[in-house]
C-alpha cells in the first residue's frame, strides 16, 4: 500500500511560516521525486515545489520562489515545505505527490501535475489576518 500523508497546515497571518510535512510509506522512497502542489477555489491546480531522487536539486514555481524552500530526509521518508513569508495568495490546499524517478527527472524534478501518480490528500493553509 502506497501513502502520502501531509501535515503541518493551518492558519497563519500574512508574513509569518509554516513548515508541511509529507510523510511516505509503501515504496522505494529513494527512487522516487515529491512534489508540492496547490489549489485554491476556483482555481487551477498549481505546482509549488519539486526536489529530484537522487541529486536534491530542487525545483520552485514563479510565485513562491525566494520563500519556500523545500527538502527531504530519507530516513524518515518525509519530504518537507518550509514556508515563509506566507501571503493571502498563498491560501490554498496543499499536496505532496510522488512518481518514479527517471533518467530526466534524477537529475531535475518537473512540476508538471500530471507527471505524478500518486497523491496525498491535502493539508489545508490559511493566510489570513
Known amino acids: 500500500q502506497l501513502q502520502l500523508v501531509e501535515s503541518g497546515g493551518g492558519l497563519v497571518q500574512p508574513g509569518g511560516s509554516l513548515r508541511l510535512s509529507c510523510a511516505a510509506s509503501?515504496?522505494?522512497?529513494?527512487?522516487?521525486?515529491i512534489g508540492w502542489f496547490r489549489q485554491a477555489p476556483g482555481k487551477e491546480r498549481e505546482g509549488v515545489s519539486c526536489i529530484s531522487a537522487n541529486s536534491g536539486r530542487a525545483e520552485y514555481g514563479d510565485s513562491v520562489k525566494g520563500r519556500f524552500s523545500i527538502s527531504r530526509d530519507e530516513e524518515k521518508s518525509t519530504v518537507y515545505l518550509q514556508m515563509n513569508g506566507l501571503r493571502p495568495e498563498d491560501t490554498a490546499i496543499y499536496y505532496c505527490?510522488?512518481?518514479?524517478?527517471?533518467?530526466?527527472?534524477?537529475?531535475?524534478?518537473?512540476?508538471?501535475?500530471?507527471?505524478?501518480?500518486?497523491w496525498g490528500q491535502g493539508t489545508q493553509v490559511t493566510v489570513s489576518s
Open positions: 505527490a510522488a512518481e518514479r524517478a527517471s533518467v530526466r527527472t534524477i537529475l531535475v524534478c518537473d512540476l508538471t501535475a500530471t507527471e505524478y501518480d500518486h
Open positions: 509503501g515504496f522505494t522512497f529513494d527512487y522516487h521525486v
